[in-house]
């Protein structure tokens, strides 16, 4: 996050990029003002991986939680611009140093005061290697992070992190960076009360937070409903315009587009693929079509030992190229996608959809099918091998399209692979954070903060939170540094891209398309606004 200059996420030049017209068959903005503020309003969601703590969540069902019960230093707007939340100041002369400042007189929802070491404490418990949180990798940049992480460390606090008065803490970097207040919007970053650490297990369950919700009594029922209520002690820009939101669990993706048509649930932030042809008809004046900061992917693992070297390598783009990604967004998404030419989103500053190396996303069988048979001249695949891709089908359109993938990849290159199903995408997080796949497996990424870095260091930085594939590049972790040490975010996001291309060679997961939202909503409510990152401004819907 840069001070007070705006971030461009959403700029013309990305949406004329992404091809895609952000449009709404509502009135373009929020009737919230004269909607009735009192009725709770309903959404869908997944049951959240793990409990809900902000260092430990990285994944959407949980996120979309945390971002209303929770909230850091400073918010994202609608179109991706900094918002102040709990800071009064952030200041640096060296993009190293950083005094923050945070407003007096703010509380948890407990009551309890939200100090300068609510959020140094917080920042610490979510880095140190004894804690085991999936978010550690975010304080990477802090001076004293490599010792506490470290396995093994019994360390718990960070060199850099300094408490100066109960509003003041400094923070030293290990190096300038770029991008670093572009970051401290996100999950991992919220502070936490000091009850969080008597029992962080059970907190997890049921939390004490700061934001413009907060957890209502009994309100996790675990893979049915999250009822999250107005918290009265926040006094932020978010502020709650409905009496609160219960979010639905669904297994089936079709059985709440149903729900939205028949209004029993009012919000739906993604149609299934079986609404893309109709939704615009079904719902008239009631959905959003528009590009956001996120993207599809399929990951390979690099402990898979079919593809390690030079084979492997070839392998993985053999892959890439035997899928032909616009017939699938034809046939199954409808055209509401458009074709990844990188690792990150068009909707950024920065982005390039130009960056050499990029022809290995480009459909091409034949190319594909010499490839393969490169690498088995190197080392064969075996006769019986089936080539998996293992996804949740509790989600939308993924049975559909990882189908399609499999078949397509089958034709292509002469060999066996197929859909591997799992029931839920908790499930399916936990194989993946085990590295127990024996395959691909479905991914993707919804940006945490508007910048190229978040694409890039959290997923595929040696040792990164994110690092599904376990992939690991000298070259690629030294390019992102140069990044991050970069004057300028502008500067920046030329050496992001030059990694980039380290990236295409390598293809520790294989790009698919981007995403854009498109979500429904039904006539118990005004109209919806979807922000940059595809999430509904849960806390602005109100009935009518």
């Known amino acids: 996050m840069r001070f007070s200059r705006t971030s461009k996420a959403l700029g013309v030049a990305a949406v004329v990029a992404m091809a895609l017209t952000a449009c709404s068959g509502g009135t373009g903005g929020n009737n919230a003002t004269t909607g009735d503020t009192t009725k709770v309003i309903t959404a869908n969601n997944t049951e959240p991986q793990n409990g809900l703590l902000p260092a430990n969540t990285n994944e959407v069902g949980g996120g979309k939680v945390m971002d209303l019960i929770f909230t850091g230093l400073v918010s994202y707007d609608a179109k991706g611009k900094i918002v102040n939340e709990l800071a009064d100041s952030i200041e640096t002369k060296d993009s190293q140093n950083y005094t923050i ?55 718990t606090t960070m060199e850099g992190l300094k408490v100066v008065d109960d509003n003041t803490f400094t923070v030293e970097l290990a190096q300038p960076e770029s991008d670093f207040q572009l970051r401290l919007g996100y999950t991992a970053f919220y502070p936490l009360p000091e009850s969080a650490y008597k029992d962080p297990a059970a907190f997890g369950q049921n939390p004490v937070g700061n934001g413009p919700y907060k957890l209502a009594a009994d309100g996790w029922k675990h893979d049915v409903s999250i009822a999250l209520v107005p918290n009265d002690k926040y006094n932020g820009p978010r502020k709650a315009k409905n009496g609160g939101v219960t979010f639905t669990i669904f297994s089936s993706p079709d059985a709440a587009y149903t729900s939205v048509q028949s209004d029993t649930l009012d919000v739906l932030d993604q149609v299934p693929p079986s609404g893309l042809q109709n939704f615009k008809t079904d719902f008239k004046d009631r959905f959003v079509n528009q590009p956001y900061a996120g993207n599809a992917t399929m990951t390979i693992p690099s402990y898979l030992p079919e593809f390690q070297g030079e084979a492997g390598m070839m392998r993985r783009q053999a892959i890439s190229m035997a899928i032909d990604r616009q017939q699938i967004i034809d046939k199954i998404f409808y055209g509401n996608k458009k074709i990844a030419k990188d690792f990150t989103s068009p909707v950024l500053d920065g982005y390039s959809d130009s960056i050499p190396g990029n022809d ?22 075996p006769a019986d091998k089936v080539f998996t891709i293992t996804s949740n089908i509790d989600g939308a359109g993924n049975k559909e399209y990882i189908t399609a993938m499999a078949n397509q990849i089958a034709t292509n290159l002469g060999i066996k692979a197929e859909l591997n199903p799992v029931s839920s995408f908790k499930e399916m997080r936990a194989l993946v954070n085990k590295k127990a796949l024996t395959g691909a497996s479905r991914a993707g990424w919804q940006a945490d903060y508007p910048s190229l870095y978040n694409f890039l260091g959290p997923l595929y930085g040696t040792g990164a939170g994110s690092n599904d594939g376990n992939y690991s590049s000298a070259a690629f972790d030294s390019k992102l540094s140069e990044g991050l040490a970069a004057t300028s975010v502008e500067a920046g996001n030329k050496l992001f891209n030059q990694s980039q291309e ?18 429904v909503w039904s006539n118990n409510v005004n109209t919806v606004e979807f922000g940059w990152n595809g999430v509904p401004l849960y806390y602005d819907i109100t009935a009518k």
Do not use: H
Request: positive net charge; glycine residues 6%; hydrophobic residues 45%.
């Open 360 to 381: 290995v996303l480009t459909f091409n069988a034949a190319k594909a099918k010499d490839l393969w048979t490169k690498a088995n001249a190197i080392s064969p695949w």
């Open 502 to 519: 380290i990236l295409l060679k390598d293809l520790p997961v294989v790009p698919l398309w981007y995403q854009a939202v498109q979500g």
């Open 101 to 155: 400042k945070i407003k007096s007189g703010e509380t948890f929802s407990d009551g309890t005061p939200v100090t300068a070491k609510n959020f140094v404490d917080a920042w610490n418990f979510g880095a140190a290697a004894v804690n085991k949180q999936l978010n550690s990798y975010f304080f990477e940049s802090i001076k004293g992070y490599d010792a506490v992480s470290a396995e093994g460390s019994t360390l």
